[in-house]
């Protein structure tokens, strides 16, 4: 039987506009953007596979389109994941730009956990903010492999420098999703933290992003 089929009531689409987005499953909210199944599967248990082959909805969502291979999910069923992603990373960026000042690392954490976490590589990026610590633009500036980015102190200067930033909140990932920060984070941003001072930029905090909660090395006391 095909959902069409099914009572109105526990059709997914119409769950969701009759009582909302917390009403569905994840499965089912997966459905809704699929669109329709596939031969002998409806589109809420073509869902559960996806969250299942994936290991989770994180893992589905960090990279909807280059890991979903499985039978019926073509080119218009990704590109609808990938774009319910990419809304929902411009929402967080939107609301982070938004706030009159970030207080504590929570405030640009779940933006920076949501671009960086689940990477196949190391990614180091750098939040740059005004003299009201009011959100400037987040950038990525170096890449690596599963090992390890290689970060140049000139070339994060220079960025600093291009986007008038006062203050700056560096980010970066670890693809084994354990989020302690090692010998060279705590020695690349003292190295960050001292050269950034001789021009006058003030680095408030470096978020290491894991599969948890983001690690802040200025609560850990390591700024």
């Known amino acids: ?25 994840d499965a089912e909210l997966i459905a809704v953007l699929l669109g329709s199944g596939v031969p002998g599967k409806d589109a809420i248990a073509l869902g559960r596979e996806l969250l299942s082959h ?5 893992a589905l969502l960090a990279d909807p389109g280059g ?13 609808r994941l990938i774009a319910a992603l990419e809304l929902a990373r411009r929402s967080l960026a939107e609301q982070l730009t938004e706030r009159p000042t970030l207080g504590n690392p929570r405030d640009s954490g779940d933006y920076l956990r949501a671009r960086l976490r689940h990477l196949p590589y190391e990614v180091f990026g750098c939040l740059y903010l005004d003299n009201r610590h009011r959100v400037l633009a ?15 102190p000139r070339e994060v200067v220079r960025a600093c420098l291009q986007h008038n930033a006062s203050a700056v909140i560096f980010a970066h990932n670890h693809p084994s999703g354990v989020a302690e920060p090692s010998a060279a984070d705590r020695a690349i941003t003292r190295e960050l933290r001292d050269a950034l001072q ?17 690690v802040s090395m200025a609560a850990l006391g390591l700024l």
């Open 198 to 214: 001789l021009v006058g930029v003030r680095v408030l905090d470096h978020l290491v992003i894991g599969s948890a909660a983001p």
């Open 1 to 25: 039987m095909s959902i069409r089929e099914w009572p109105e009531q526990e059709r997914p689409r119409e769950k969701l506009l009759a009582k909302g987005c917390g009403a569905l499953s």
């Open 67 to 79: 890991a979903v291979r499985l039978r019926g999910i073509g080119p218009a069923k990704r590109a």
């Open 54 to 58: 994936r290991g989770g909805l994180s």
């Open 138 to 152: 987040f950038e990525e500036l170096f890449r690596g492999t599963v090992d390890g980015a290689s970060v140049h």
